[in-house]
């Protein structure tokens, strides 16, 4: 059930606007237009820039030290900048919210709240209480359900749409601070999640992205009180009446099973790019790192997924140097990215996050050395999927039609379902339509075609 949060109106004539920006993950991306819902709800206006806004929102990432030194550097560029005055009420959330929680207070003075990846929903009573005590407030910690259920329904997002299925994780790998910053893995509901995407629907969405940190690991209730697991919810996403693909991320490789992989052969609506992360190749280091799967087990799942649909295209994410990851180690990942072709993947250098076990181990090896081994590992990533762009040639795609392209305003910009980028010439009502269009040529990732007919 969704309730809509109040906010006495004096509140609202003295606060009326805000501002939310974004960074890191989908999840937060989810976050983000979540607040928006949730602050328009309560009768704010959202506008385009924080000069303004009298509540600038930020959303924020803590996966990696550099996306956590991002947003302090840009609530600093925008004090030089006159976009935040003394008068702006600052709210900072996320997972560097509930990582560092009263500690930002320490570290920048112009932030006047503190929000957790759970505590969203109580954003507008966060401000409220600012706004009368003039006193910080920290609020990080609470059950992710009553997030969900706090939230009012979302409004229009365009043709896709975002729908978390689960908060936190439970996995615990030793390099990753989401188990702290977004705490145990908790699962939504069956009926919360249909209810979602029905209302998405009805708001003109096609395609329904189903997001969670180990969506794999999926175990929501049944309104009669026993477990949903992933593959029954994704027959029931596709079950609902206008859904016409359905992504999903995160996976994970270790709970990846076979009736899963059954779902995604026979559900023609999943989308033919699946991400499961990998992160090394190393059993080594993928021992270490504490994700419970060799390499030969994530080959063999991958094998099981080409079988089940031949046109799918695995992607995956990479971490390059994890602490006492030798010259051996290094290229076995190499090994298992040339066996198995990924396509279009994420790939980064190890980032210490305190706290975390891994931060813990000896990391004697060099900066330069680390980055020798991303350069190498990123150009093989590539050329990869420079092949795979380029074997979309003469094909035919069906695509879900975004908006209009930013380069050329005469040309629409769509996805197919590998993930690939696809613009064409067209006209503006095939916006929120899936149609066909034959590629006729390829830049960079970018596939360009024309439309033919059905
Ligand atoms: S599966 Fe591992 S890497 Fe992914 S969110 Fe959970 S702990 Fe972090």
């Excluded at 040639?393 to 039609?401: I, S």
């Amino acid at each position: 059930m969704n309730t809509t949060t109040t906010v006495s109106t004096d509140f609202k004539l003295q606060l009326g606007s805000f501002y939310v920006e974004v960074w890191g993950c989908q999840m937060n991306v989810y976050d983000g237009g979540r607040i928006r819902d949730l602050l328009t709800a309560a009768g704010f206006s959202e506008v385009s820039s924080p000069k303004d806004a009298d509540i600038v929102v930020l959303v924020t990432c803590a996966v990696r030290a550099k996306a956590e030194d991002k947003v302090f550097n840009q609530i600093a560029s925008w004090q030089r900048t006159g976009d935040i005055t003394k008068d702006t009420i600052v709210a900072l959330g996320g997972c560097v919210g509930s990582e560092l929680a009263e500690k930002i207070l320490d570290l920048n003075k112009s932030v006047n709240i503190i929000f957790g990846p759970r505590t969203i929903h109580r954003l507008p009573q966060m401000i409220s209480e600012f706004a009368s005590t003039h006193k910080p407030v920290v609020d990080v910690t609470a059950d992710a359900i009553d997030k969900f259920d706090s939230l009012p329904d979302a409004g229009p997002v365009g043709p896709s749409a975002f729908v978390t299925i689960m908060e936190g994780c439970s996995n615990k790998c030793t390099y990753c601070i989401v188990p702290y910053t977004r705490g145990e893995e908790q699962s939504r509901p069956l009926q919360d999640i249909l209810d979602e995407c029905v209302n998405h629907i009805a708001n003109g969405v096609k395609e329904i992205h189903l997001l969670g940190q180990n969506v794999n690991s999926y175990h929501g209730l049944n309104p009669d009180g026993s477990i949903c697991n992933f593959s029954t919810l994704l027959y029931e996403v596709a079950a609902v009446p206008g859904v016409e693909r359905i992504r999903f991320t995160t996976s994970n490789p270790m709970d990846f099973s076979d009736d899963i992989i059954e779902a995604v052969q026979k559900l023609d609506v999943i989308s033919d790019q699946i991400h499961v992360p990998i992160q090394a190749g190393s059993d080594r280091i993928l021992k270490a790192m504490h994700r419970r799967y060799t390499a030969a087990q994530y080959i063999e799942l991958v094998n099981k997924l080409r079988k089940a649909r031949p046109s799918v295209h695995i992607s995956s994410d990479f971490i390059v140097g994890f602490p006492g990851e030798t010259d051996e180690d290094f290229e076995e990942t190499m090994k298992v990215v040339n066996e198995v072709k990924f396509d279009q993947s994420f790939s980064f250098v190890y980032s210490i996050r305190p706290g975390t076990p891994a931060a813990l181990l000896d990391d004697p090896i060099s900066k330069e050395t680390k980055m020798e081994r991303l350069y190498r590992l990123q150009k093989r990533l590539e050329e990869i999927a420079s092949e795979y762009t380029q074997a979309f040639l003469g094909t035919t795609q069906r695509v879900l039609v975004e908006g209009i392209s930013r380069k050329d305003e005469s040309e629409l910009k769509s996805r197919a379902s590998s993930g690939r980028i696809v613009v064409f010439k067209g006209p503006t009502s095939l916006v929120g339509q899936m149609v066909n269009v034959k590629i006729t040529s390829v830049v960079a990732h970018t596939l360009k075609g024309e439309i033919v007919n059905e």
